[in-house]
């Protein structure tokens, strides 16, 4: 699984992923976003989904931006893994709510989807911002049970 969001990091995390399997191998990729914000059951994913009409209220009209946004994000992730050589078949995608906060999310959906690694960028200011108010990526590290984490600085 390949956690991304709206920071380089990530980038740099899609693009080493796609540099290790580049087209060799039968590896599958399911690039995870979690939407900051967005309520499990939240009627703009069900939209998303397509299990429900779009929404109509202001609030999951805002969710509904931030979805598109992370849509967006996923595609752009997607075309490089593909020009990296990965054939679109082995490529799929999830959209998470924050359901106990992004490492959780990211690990409950890893754990669901059978997926044994799970990769995440490191920020450059990773460290700085760990010691102030702790860090994704050491959330993950120290929470990860059954799963192999791979932080790509």
Not at 63 to 90: M, P, Y
Request: aromatic share 2%; glycine share 10%; hydrophobic share 45%.
């Amino acid at each position: 699984m390949l956690a991304i969001d709206f920071n380089d990091a990530s980038i740099r995390a899609v693009d080493y992923v796609g540099r290790m399997l580049d087209g060799r191998s039968a590896g599958r990729v399911l690039i995870a976003m979690v939407a900051k914000g967005l309520p499990s059951g939240s009627s703009a994913l069900r939209a998303l989904e397509g299990a429900v009409p779009e929404p109509e209220l202001h609030g999951d009209a805002d969710c509904s931006k931030e979805l598109v946004s992370a849509q967006e994000l996923i595609q752009r992730a997607a075309a490089r893994l593909l020009g990296c050589g990965l054939e679109a078949s082995q490529i799929s995608s999830v959209i998470l709510p924050d359901c106990g906060g992004v490492p959780q999310s990211l690990l409950d959906e890893a754990h669901s989807a059978g997926c044994d690694t799970l990769v995440v960028g490191r920020r450059e200011d990773a460290h700085l911002h760990h010691l102030l108010l702790g860090s994704v990526s050491s959330s993950l590290i120290e929470k990860a049970s059954g799963v192999t984490i791979w932080v790509v600085a």
